[in-house]
């Protein structure tokens, strides 16, 4: 009976203590939300971080700190003399870089401390600035603006549901930097008119981390559906050529939904090359269309029209990617599976390999409404 009474009440002491050890007082601690770097010519970084301010008596709800260091971990050191609370990087939402950085070397050792700490987050969303960090700031700044770690985490997740984006998160990242059949593909933002932080597509880089190439937010929609990483319904825009009989003078433009997507990658190798073969089947739902036509009475060649438009935009990324000796769609991952032998001895040499390759587009169309209105 004793025993069991000890026993009884040890169990309830580990679990009303647990969690206890490592407890966080908020009002001692620097939360930051956002990490941003850059860097000038002289390879000094320039570090940005955005904290929020809990205290009632200060109308700002958020402290940004900037200063020049040598690494991340040395400006942590130097942001502290700053800060009344010790910085803790367990809540980060955005690590931002400045496009500068990435098209200059590899990012991954600036962001080494990121990864080597276990108390950081590996959510947290990695983009590219096409701006500078001081401009930033600014931003941050204005009274006018809501929390800038909070948009930017948002502004990236909408558009990642609307495929004008990726959401790449530090863990990702890392993975995309290791893995030698895919390059990576991270959020690239930009600042309009010096107050407004918008969209600019996604920032490709090579296997070293250097910025090669950036889709537009209207191509980003097609690299996600070469990675089967489309989310669905995936709206698109596009135009239509007028030869359609009984179709009458007006705007070409024809907006449906993907609402369903068979995605098929077929790799090959023969004559001393890569051959890949993508099939997409598409089901889609009429959203819009600024011309007059008679949908029914003329469907299979509109189909056909549109999986035609379709095949041109895709092979249009294909070719860029090609061009700039980049994979973020992961056809090396293929190419591994099926043909390790020959994987094997171009596998340090992925890109260049690629761009010799032959990439097959096929696309299959099929409309499944037209909307309340025929």
């Known amino acids: 009976m004793m025993r069991a009474i000890l026993f009884t009440i040890l169990i309830v002491f580990c679990i009303t203590s ?4 490592d407890q966080l ?31 009632k008596e200060i109308k700002s709800k958020t402290q940004a700190l900037m200063v020049k260091s040598d690494s991340i971990r040395d400006s942590k050191i130097k942001l502290n003399t700053f800060t009344n609370g010790k910085i803790v990087g367990g809540k980060i939402q955005v690590v931002v870089m400045e496009k500068d950085v990435v098209m200059r070397q590899n990012p991954l050792p600036l962001m080494d401390v990121l990864y080597r700490d276990p108390k950081n987050s590996l959510n947290a969303a990695v983009i590219v600035l096409d701006s500078s960090i001081e401009n930033l700031k600014d931003i941050v700044n204005r009274p006018d603006r809501p929390r800038i770690s909070v948009y930017l985490k948002e502004l990236v997740e909408t558009n990642q549901e609307t495929n004008r984006t990726v959401e790449t998160t530090l863990r990702s990242f890392y993975y995309q930097m290791l893995e030698k059949g895919k390059t990576p593909s991270l959020t690239e933002v930009k600042i309009v008119r010096d107050d407004m932080i918008g969209i600019a597509g996604i920032a490709l880089l090579n296997e070293s981390g250097i910025y090669k190439t950036k889709l537009s937010e209207n191509e980003s929609v097609y690299l996600l559906l070469l990675q089967d990483e489309a989310m669905l319904p995936a709206p698109i825009s596009i135009p239509i050529p007028m030869k359609l009989p009984e179709s009458n003078a007006g705007k070409d433009k024809l907006s449906f939904d993907i609402m369903k997507i068979k995605h098929t990658i077929k790799p090959e190798y023969y004559s001393g090359r890569f051959h890949f073969t993508i099939q997409l089947d598409m089901t889609i739902s009429l959203t819009e269309k600024m011309f007059l036509l008679n949908v029914q009475s003329q469907l299979p060649a509109l189909e056909k029209i549109i999986a035609q438009k379709i095949k041109n935009d895709i092979e249009r990324v294909v070719q860029k990617i090609q061009k700039h000796r980049i994979d973020p769609i992961g056809l090396g991952i293929y190419a591994r599976a099926y043909s390790y032998p020959q994987w094997k001895e171009v596998k340090d040499n992925w890109g260049e390999e690629l761009a010799r390759a032959d990439i097959e587009i096929e696309t299959k169309v099929k409309v499944r409404s037209f909307g309340v209105i025929k």
């Open 18 to 21: 647990s969690g206890c050890m």
């Open 25 to 55: 007082d908020i009002e001692e601690e620097t939360l930051t939300l956002l990490l941003a770097f850059g860097m000038n010519d002289e390879q000094k970084l320039t570090v940005l971080q955005t904290n929020p301010i809990f205290d």
